[in-house]
């Protein structure tokens, strides 16, 4: 399977840790990792063979499409504040084929990661005082919201997520980023709690620390 993944991917051996510092700058680099995770992951999907309708195959390679061009876009507004390149990512091969075995775990990993963003922008927006930054993210959220709704219509789930989808627990939630609990939003997730989930698919070799997820 690994050798489905894009060459640039396969060949890094990079083990670079990734700081995050708890400003701005820190916070749109967390959603930049979060694009090139996404990125990656759509990159190798449409490599593997495992889609075989032409249709959905088409669409996993339009969301990677997207995931690439949100990739670009974070990087170009954060110019010389980009912390790392695309080359310092490390990722694990068994991690990547264990998430590539077949078509349902493709579909439903593209649903975790999207669902992620979402919830990882929202929780993370709150604490951007940059309106450039603001603009930025605010402008990403949508979209993966979209690709969540439009992956998770492949499966057959619901277009929304249901609280039995979500990967943190009422009891687990910060209270000050969820007021609204129960009044049909989408709930808000420290990065903490985003490194947490991105670390249980074990894509990713890059230690993560610093403020921003302490």
Do not use: C, W
Request: no cysteine; charged share 15%.
């Amino acid at each position: 399977m690994i050798a489905a993944l894009p060459k640039a991917v396969s060949a890094q051996f990079s083990t670079s840790t990734l700081t995050f510092n708890a400003d701005d700058v820190g916070i749109l680099n967390f959603a930049l990792l979060l694009e090139e995770l996404e990125a990656t992951f759509y990159a190798a999907a449409a490599e593997s063979g495992k889609i075989s309708d032409s249709t959905e195959l088409e669409y996993v390679r339009v969301l990677g499409a997207q995931e690439a061009a949100h990739v670009t876009f974070l990087r170009s507004v954060l110019g010389d504040q980009v912390l790392f390149r695309t080359a310092d990512l490390s990722f694990n091969p068994s991690g990547l084929n264990a998430i590539l075995k077949d078509r349902i775990t493709i579909l439903n990993t593209a649903v975790t990661l999207e669902d992620v963003g979402v919830h990882a922008y929202n929780g993370a927006g709150t604490s951007l005082t940059n309106p450039t930054y603001l603009l930025a993210a605010g402008s990403i959220v949508s979209v993966e919201a979209r690709h969540a709704g439009g992956v998770r219509a492949l499966l057959g789930r619901p277009t929304t997520q249901p609280d039995s989808d979500r990967l943190v627990s009422d009891n687990d939630l910060v209270a000050s980023l969820n007021p609204f609990k129960g009044r049909a939003y989408d709930e808000l997730f420290t990065p903490k709690q985003i490194v947490a989930i991105v670390g249980s698919l074990g894509i990713l070799n890059n230690p993560i620390n610093g403020a921003l997820v302490a």
